[in-house]
């Protein structure tokens, strides 16, 4: 089993640009997740999936859309870039009661 | 507002001492206290978890102290040891185990 795999590992992107953070899971999890981690302010939740078809926002979901066609799959778009969204993204995937949440490794965003 | 308040920021231990790292919340809807470790480059990991109805849980060198009169929660690493030396989180959790709120971090680095 590969786990959680994000792409790409880094991405440099100019205010205003669009992209879309691919997430895909090969553990057959229903909960999978996307958060944003910033010095000095952890990791904040910002859209989670319960299962295809299903979203729900996290804490800081603005300026972020997320959609769920299948299990595997839970890409996060930027609609329109900006310096605010320069963070660290990571991608987690846990199962249906289960507790332990699994994270990809990670995709170092830059907006200028 | 930061659902999870953890302190402090770094710590510096020397090998074989004792880590400490606080996390206090408001919050009594969480349900479940979760702790995870996270290498430079690479995803949080889960390394330790509580439920609010137990006092202390450990797991080898790595224990866990809750005390929910106080609201409050904290990760002790006896016999620290350099490969210890990482950022942790705790966290917590909240409806159905679909939101999970993290502390700011704590990047622990240990002597030799």
């Known amino acids: 089993n590969a786990g959680v795999t994000q792409t790409p590992k880094f991405q440099v992107l100019k205010t205003g640009q669009s992209m879309t953070l691919q997430c895909a899971q090969d553990?057959?999890?229903?909960?999978m997740s996307w958060y944003r981690q910033d010095p000095g302010m952890g990791l904040r939740l910002i859209h989670y999936s319960v299962g295809a078809g299903i979203t729900d926002q996290g804490e800081v979901p603005n300026g972020y859309n997320v959609s769920r066609s299948t299990t595997e799959d839970f890409p996060l778009r930027l609609l329109s870039a900006a310096p605010s969204q320069t963070s660290v993204y990571f991608c987690?995937?846990?199962?249906?009661?289960?507790?332990?949440?699994?994270f990809g490794p990670g995709t170092r965003l830059t907006v200028t | 507002q930061q659902q999870v308040k953890q302190s402090p920021q770094s710590l510096i231990v020397q090998k074989g001492g004792i880590s400490i790292i606080n996390c206090a919340y408001e919050?009594?809807?969480?349900?479940?206290f979760p702790w995870y470790q996270q290498f430079p480059g690479k995803g949080p990991a889960l390394l330790i978890a509580i439920r609010p109805d137990v006092s202390e849980k450990k797991e080898g060198r790595f224990t866990i102290s809750f005390n929910k009169s106080a609201k409050q929660f904290s990760l002790h690493i006896m016999d620290s040891q350099p490969g210890d030396s990482a950022t942790y989180f705790c966290?917590?959790?909240?409806?159905?185990?679909?939101?999970?709120?993290f502390g700011s971090g704590t990047k622990l680095n240990v002597k030799p």
């Open positions: 966290a917590a959790v909240s409806d159905n185990f679909n939101k999970f709120y």
């Open positions: 919050n009594t809807a969480f349900d479940y």
């Open positions: 987690a995937s846990r199962q249906t009661g289960g507790r332990e949440q699994y």
């Open positions: 553990m057959n999890h229903e909960y």
